[in-house]
């Protein structure tokens, strides 16, 4: 059986200001703002193609399979744009594709490739507290995958606040709040077995009474989730986007909690130095070493 709720759609604001955007969403609800990285020059220069141009010999990771299953390859990203682009014009075409190329997935490509940082500004580093701001591209983490890439449900593993760029393509977020994680049938700390899309109340029961939110994102737009939303993600075309993974006060205090809710001991670690930044004033040039490894792993 897979009958379930109306899913409900997040707000879309055109117009969001920082004071607006803490005062009525920051650890409350998810927001789409329609086009508010429009003026990047990236959104209307950036492809895979482009990517592989300027950093043609830079070796990326990608993952390949499923991505909860956490395979991962080492490829020359020129190569990587160029199996890209046949996969996606097969689809176009109605070809048989083959198997898909692999998910460039949760990379720190502004610090592997720092040219590109200028066509992300001017950058609305106010949206975030000041431990993030003045080196907000030390914090990104990019994704570039083909048409019919899907991330299945999770939640973020620090439980973090989380801010998403779309800057080529469209994504589609299917959401469940944080507050309704023990309906989505967890296991391994932060992934779900229901497809909140399609899921199967006879094994998934719990489900039946989960509120399902949905957004699409469009090239250009930014988008909010609190800490804790598990989220489903999907691209119907070739994608590029990335986001921030923040704390504040309170996020950066739960994440340390967390590791009573079963949270991995391993991140535990990268919370207290999050927590020593936001909360206690910990410089940020003594925390960034110790954070380092959390932005170049493929989670």
Not at 2 to 15: G, K, M, N, W
Not at 125 to 144: C, G, H, I, K, S
Not at 171 to 182: H, I, T, Y
Not at 243 to 271: C, F, Q, T
């Amino acid at each position: 059986m897979t009958t379930t709720a109306q899913p409900v759609s997040v707000d879309v604001r055109t117009e969001l200001s920082p004071e607006e955007f803490r005062a009525e969403y920051v650890g409350r609800r998810p927001v789409v703002m329609r086009g508010a990285a429009a003026h990047m020059p990236a959104v209307s220069t950036w492809s895979a193609a482009h990517l592989g141009e300027v950093a043609p010999d830079q070796r990326v990771r990608v993952k390949v399979g499923t991505v909860s299953a956490g395979r991962t390859e080492a490829v020359r990203l020129a190569d990587y744009a160029r199996e890209l682009a046949r996969w996606d014009a097969a689809v176009a075409a109605g070809d048989d594709a083959g198997d898909p190329p692999g998910y460039l997935h949760d990379v720190p490509l502004l610090s592997m490739v720092p040219a590109l940082r200028r066509d992300l500004e001017p950058f609305p580093r106010d949206y975030f507290p000041p431990f993030f701001r003045d080196q907000w591209w030390a914090f990104t983490q990019f994704f570039v995958g083909p048409a019919r890439a899907v991330t299945p449900l999770h939640f973020d593993t620090l439980l973090t606040h989380n801010l998403f760029f779309q800057i080529r393509g469209a994504k589609r977020f299917v959401m469940v709040a944080d507050a309704e994680r023990d309906k989505c049938h967890t296991y391994n700390w932060r992934w779900a077995g229901v497809d909140p899309e399609a899921p199967d109340l006879e094994r998934y029961p719990r489900f039946r009474d989960a509120t399902v939110l949905t957004c699409d994102l469009e090239a250009g737009d930014v988008f909010y989730m609190p800490p804790g939303t598990l989220h489903k993600v999907t691209s119907p075309g070739a994608s590029i986007s990335f986001n921030i993974d923040w704390h504040d006060r309170a996020s950066a205090l739960r994440g340390v909690a967390a590791v009573r809710e079963g949270m991995p001991l391993k991140n535990l670690r990268y919370n207290l130095l999050f927590a020593l930044g936001v909360v206690a004033g910990v410089p940020r040039g003594l925390l960034m070493p110790g954070l380092r490894s959390y932005y170049s792993y493929i989670s």
